[in-house]
């Protein structure tokens, strides 16, 4: 139970408490003028003061900024398959498995979609070293964060996955919550995503029962997130080179949080959420047949195969593949000048790395992260 206490979001009361010490925050004045520029810069420190809990708190405020965010940094939202959560009903919950392209926008968006649709809200699991920065921790713990712990030995990574295991199981097979989390531990960088096959051993260590009954009862949701223009793309880029060139990647204490404010403000076009098929029993059947780790190798083959049917393939795609290539194979997808707009907007990213950094093989990374989407498409079909 002491372990629970560390990971669970917070409760009403406790949310309550973490917003009215947010509404002292001397940097609160100007995020009110960025959520509602219209009123007064007061707006959002009085709201915090009259929030009664975490559903009023996301969906008064947290509804509000989503939409401000994509309305000012997006060509537009567009989802489908909300037609598969809905057959759950009522009181069934279900585990949301997503690919991950950016650390607060792909749960925040997924939460913005079920409220658009009236379907209740999941819980989001996120590592906990984000929770460094004091204001940060307050709006996820406030918002159904369950903590992943992280930066810990093996065994207690081991003894962390079990109390993690069990209570994602405890809210989903309770009907208490549906639980949100990503397919591998960090962003995808490369724009290949692959679940961790790690990630559905931890899923399977808290059932008690067998592969088959395991899996069923966390009814899991394949989901696909796509931006026309992928969030912190040269920070990505710049990251897999320099740990190519020098066999590590040290991460700076406030690197995350900055990720965090360029995924906000960076235009990404369009946008667009899949909710895939959920697995079925025949498919866990299936996957059971197999012996030991080839079992779930033949699940992450199913989550992986649906999250990427999942994906909308946008001109950068198409154009980035075609330059990484040197193929003319998608020119009907793009005029001439989507091309020359797209090769601009290439270099003025890479002109945005430091100086030191080899342009080409920079550039190369850079093209790799949008074409590398219509790769993984294509070896599915």
């Not at 009023?56 to 909300?82: C, E, L, M, N, P």
């Not at 379907?119 to 699991?125: F, G, K």
């Not at 590592?127 to 996820?140: H, Q, S, W």
Request: proline fraction near 3%.
């Amino acid at each position: 139970m002491e372990d629970i206490e560390n990971i669970r979001p917070y409760s009403d009361e406790e949310a309550v408490a973490a917003l009215r010490k947010l509404a002292r925050h001397p940097a609160l004045p100007a995020i009110s003028k960025f959520i509602f520029p219209e009123f007064p810069a007061a707006t959002l420190k009085d709201m915090l003061n009259q929030i009664k809990g975490v559903d009023d708190f996301q969906y008064t405020i947290v509804a509000k900024a989503v939409a401000v965010v994509v309305g000012r940094s997006s060509s537009g939202f567009t989802y489908d398959g909300v037609e598969h959560l809905r057959k759950f009903g009522a009181n069934k919950k279900f585990l949301a498995v997503s690919n991950h392209r950016d650390i607060v926008l792909d749960p925040a968006l997924t939460q913005w979609m079920l409220m658009l649709n009236n379907v209740p809200l999941t819980e989001i699991c996120v590592g906990n070293n984000l929770l460094a920065n004091g204001v940060v921790e307050a709006l996820l713990r406030s918002n159904r964060m369950i903590t992943v712990i992280r930066g810990i030995s093996a065994r207690e990574m081991y003894l962390s996955s079990q109390v993690l295991s069990g209570f994602i199981r405890s809210e989903v097979s309770s009907g208490k919550s549906s639980v949100w989390i990503a397919q591998r531990e960090g962003r995808t960088k490369n724009g290949l995503d692959v679940t961790e096959q790690g990630l559905l051993k931890m899923f399977d260590m808290s059932g008690g029962k067998d592969f088959f009954e395991n899996f069923s009862e966390l009814n899991i949701v394949p989901m696909s997130i796509s931006y026309e223009y992928e969030p912190c793309d040269i920070r990505k880029a710049r990251e897999i080179l320099i740990k190519q060139t020098t066999g590590e990647y040290h991460k700076k204490e406030t690197e995350d949080m900055h990720s965090i404010l360029t995924g906000i403000r960076q235009w990404k076009g369009g946008i667009h959420l899949s909710v895939g098929k959920p697995i079925s029993s025949n498919e866990i059947t299936r996957c059971a047949w197999y012996e030991k780790n080839d079992r779930y190798q033949a699940l992450r083959r199913i989550l992986d195969e649906r999250i990427i049917k999942g994906y909308k393939l946008w001109k950068t795609n198409y154009m980035a593949y075609d330059l990484m290539t040197g193929e003319s194979r998608f020119t009907d997808m793009y005029t001439s000048a989507d091309l020359a707009a797209f090769r601009d907007y290439t270099e003025h990213k890479l002109s945005k790395a430091e100086k030191r950094l080899d342009r080409n093989a920079l550039r190369e990374i850079f093209l790799h992260i949008y074409g590398n989407p219509v790769v993984a498409a294509d070896g599915i079909k």
